[in-house]
């Protein structure tokens, strides 16, 4: 009988095991070590062995076009089967949370594969059963908001597939600042006890985030394009180029955001574009910039279908008023503090400078209670006590701050649970301060325990970190009546308390609803909050039959007296350029269906009407790409990245292979090459070499040496080939 083992911990006579084993699958497949994989994990299940192993996408690309408040991502990505025995590749990737997924594409062997939208099972049995045939398929299923799993299958061994996604979604507004939040990889998940962690999904098992990802394999270019001027272009988060979009229009037409000869009547055009480096971190790229000189204090964005004769419409209104000062009422704050091992290194650091920072900033009048947590909770001043916010004790719970170390798991339901059991005294206003990175795998058991809560808390959400759960820190703020607040590595922790303090001390307006008088509107989708706090938007989104112009009304109360704001507002009557708006209000009345599920019971059958009838992926439902299209008639899948596109499709004509001996190209008769090129995943030439004449020559072959003299290193290019006026490119692998 074996000694018993603590989680993560293996006897020595397994750990031989597990070693020979994948010794001598190695051996045979030339498996991946996990600790080798860059980028957003992918796994493949090896048909003959059984083993699941890692694989990582060549290339993410990500092109954005920026209009007033909205974004619409094409995100292209290129997979590679290392692995001769695979007929499966599953892919965890993320997404934005706020995205409205709606086209999913797979160009494999010169072919499209458009998908559509099925119910969730009657689509995993569709790719089956293509699987089992030997045939060609690719599915996305959502796991998350943010958490999406792709599979692909029978891609051949060494063998290319592209798959593009398309996700529109709202900007978020802070401030006269808009940020596009893009996140670049999945995070571990911690599932524990009550999590109930999906397989692949909120284990760890599978996954190995780097602190880096290759620059070679990372794109991200944006174009945008206002009908105001914009100022303070920047990420926090990664090195950037910014250009005026004529000075940067090569750029944006090689990379497929415009064509050669586009224009725009739009007068503020900016491109943004990654510095070219080595590596980028690995964390969520955040792109903000402020919105200048604006002449309306609102985004609207609206499209009528005249075929349905159906308009849907967005609008984020940003009325900041001004209210008189007035003292405020005395704050009752309890915080939770995030000291789990996810937080280790600077998002715990940042964690106690925020936590201090609201603690400086209180009254003598206020209450306070700290609560830490991991595995467990530690309290500051006792089991649910709380304090008056003395000088005494603000420095007590300073000390308790100051003390706080990470490690350990997120149990953050039964933290939540505790702070909401903190007695209320007085006639206090109260809030709770949660500080985490929401890396949990079960963030709606949370959602329900606050909605369902009888004092119908408010919550303010601070994330610290470079992989966040924006998912949870915005929606839980979101149906806490608050708002989240994001701390990046290099933020200044002063001025981002001190914007959301100004907003918690003298919210806006209280009780806040939305009137839309005489437009004949149905199926509006209303601010879950109903508090408006200073620099934060109200979103309202909605759908109408007939367009023009009408007047929105926001009513609510300042310190009981009732306030009411007017705007004017044109929705279409024809079709524009707006297509993406049915996308995201189709989005949001998922979501708030699938918000109403946490307490209410399954609104399945209506998530799958709305996400079938306007191709929006939701939990219930999925992508499927199985019957294939002529590239020709598809379109150009891969304009969004010029320089890796089958430009024509000469690929089943051709043979190209990597092994011991070299490359080798096979040329059916009348074929002639006249030019061989190599190049690395950033597009600079490393090898060229041109032929007079090849009339007779069926095989190219390369041993790997250089004109310099030197071989070739192990790794992932590009090989153009030129044939009489037409080329083609691939994606190669040489590990010779």
């Known amino acids: ?71 619409h991502i094409r995100l292209t990505q290129l997979y590679v089967n290392r692995f001769e025995n695979v007929n499966d590749i599953v892919y965890v990737f993320p997404l934005p949370h706020e995205g409205s997924v709606h086209a999913m594409s797979m160009e494999y062997d010169g072919t499209v594969y458009k998908a559509e939208i099925y119910e969730k099972q009657q689509a995993q ?12 398929a690719a599915l996305l299923v959502q796991h998350k908001p943010n958490v999406f799993q792709q599979r692909l299958a029978n891609i051949a061994y060494n063998d290319s597939a592209y798959v593009r996604i398309e996700v529109s979604m709202p900007l ?63 990420s926090p988060t990664h090195p950037l180029v910014v250009r005026k979009m004529e000075d940067a229009h090569s750029v944006l037409v090689k990379q497929g955001l415009l064509g050669p000869d586009s224009r725009t009547e739009m007068p503020n055009n900016v491109a943004v574009y990654l510095k070219d480096e080595v590596t980028y971190p ?14 309306q204090d609102f985004s609207l964005a609206s499209y009528f279908d005249t075929e349905l004769n159906e308009g849907c419409f967005a609008l984020q209104l940003y009325p900041d008023e001004k209210f008189p000062e007035a003292d405020r009422q005395p704050l009752e704050l309890i915080f939770l503090i995030d000291i789990s091992g996810s937080q280790s290194g600077w998002p715990i650091v940042k964690e106690k400078e925020i936590a201090n920072n609201i603690l400086n900033r209180l009254n003598t009048g206020d209450r306070i209670s700290l609560c830490a947590f991991n595995t467990s909770v530690r309290w500051a001043f006792g089991t649910h006590a709380i304090v008056d916010a003395t000088p005494e004790n603000v420095a007590l719970a300073e000390s308790f701050v100051d003390g706080l170390s990470a490690g350990g798991g997120t149990e953050l339901l039964n933290a939540v649970r505790n702070i909401l059991a903190v007695p209320k005294g007085g006639e206090h206003q109260r809030y709770f301060i949660i500080l985490t990175d929401g890396q949990i795998g079960n963030e709606e058991a949370i959602f329900a325990e606050i909605e369902a809560h009888p004092s119908n808390p408010t919550i303010f959400t601070f994330g ?26 290099d933020a200044d922790v002063d001025d981002k308390v001190g914007q959301a303090w100004e907003k918690i001390q003298f919210p806006q307006i209280a009780n806040v609803t939305v009137d839309f008088g ?22 309202v989104y909605g759908r109408y039959t007939t367009g023009g112009t009408y007047t929105v009304t926001v009513r609510g109360d300042y310190k009981g007296a009732p306030v009411e704001i007017t705007r004017s507002v044109a929705l279409a009557s024809e079709e524009n350029t707006n297509a993406m708006i049915p996308k995201i209000w189709a989005k949001q009345v998922i979501d708030r269906l699938t918000m109403e599920e946490w307490t209410t019971g399954s609104n399945k059958d209506k998530i799958i009407e709305i996400s079938t009838a306007y191709q929006v992926l939701s939990k219930y439902t999925a992508f499927l790409a199985i019957n294939p299209q002529p590239i020709e008639e598809a379109g150009d899948l891969m304009g969004a990245t010029p320089t890796l596109a089958l430009e024509e499709n000469l690929w089943r004509q051709l043979s190209i292979r990597t092994d011991m001996y070299g490359l080798s190209v096979i040329m059916p008769d009348g074929l002639l090459m006249e030019k061989f090129e190599l190049y690395d995943l950033r597009g600079r030439l490393l090898y060229r070499m041109s032929f007079a004449a090849m009339l007779c020559a069926k095989l190219f072959r390369w041993d790997g040496i250089m004109q310099t003299g030197m071989r070739l290193r192990p790794g992932r290019y590009v090989v153009r080939l030129h044939f009489a006026g037409k080329t083609v490119a691939k994606v190669i692998s040489w590990q010779q």
Not at 11 to 33: C, G, K, N
Not at 125 to 136: I, M, P, Q, R, W
Not at 464 to 489: C, H, K, P, Q, V
Not at 529 to 537: I, M
Request: glycine share 10%; with cysteine.
């Open 518 to 539: 005489g437009l004949p509107t149905g199926d509006l989708v209303l601010p879950v909050s109903t508090n408006l706090y200073k620099g934060c938007p109200i979103e």
């Open 1 to 71: 009988m074996h000694a018993p083992t603590s989680k993560g911990t293996r006897p020595a006579w397994l750990v031989l095991l597990i070693v020979f084993a994948l010794t001598l699958a190695a051996q045979a497949m030339s498996i991946i070590p996990v600790d080798e994989v860059e980028g957003p994990t992918c796994v493949v299940r090896d048909s003959v062995t059984g083993m699941s192993l890692p694989l990582s996408p060549e290339i993410s690309q990500y092109n954005v076009l920026i209009t007033d408040g909205f974004a």
């Open 464 to 489: 610290a970190g470079g992989n966040l759960n924006r998912y949870f820190l915005d929606r839980s703020a979101e149906i806490g009546n608050g708002f989240s607040t994001i701390i990046t590595s």
């Open 172 to 234: 978020k507004y802070n401030n006269g600042e808009l940020e596009l939040a893009i996140p670049t990889m999945v995070a571990p998940r911690y599932g524990g006890a009550q999590g109930m962690p999906q397989p692949g999904v909120d284990s760890t098992d599978l996954w190995n985030p780097p602190a880096d990802v290759n620059g070679q394999e990372l794109f991200i270019t944006t174009l945008i394009q206002t009908g105001y001027p914009m100022t303070n272009v920047y």
């Open 125 to 136: 049995h569709l790719y089956d059963s293509a699987k089992a045939d030997g045939a060609n």
């Open 282 to 295: 690995n964390k969520d790229y955040v792109l903000r910039f402020e919105r200048a000189a604006a002449t």
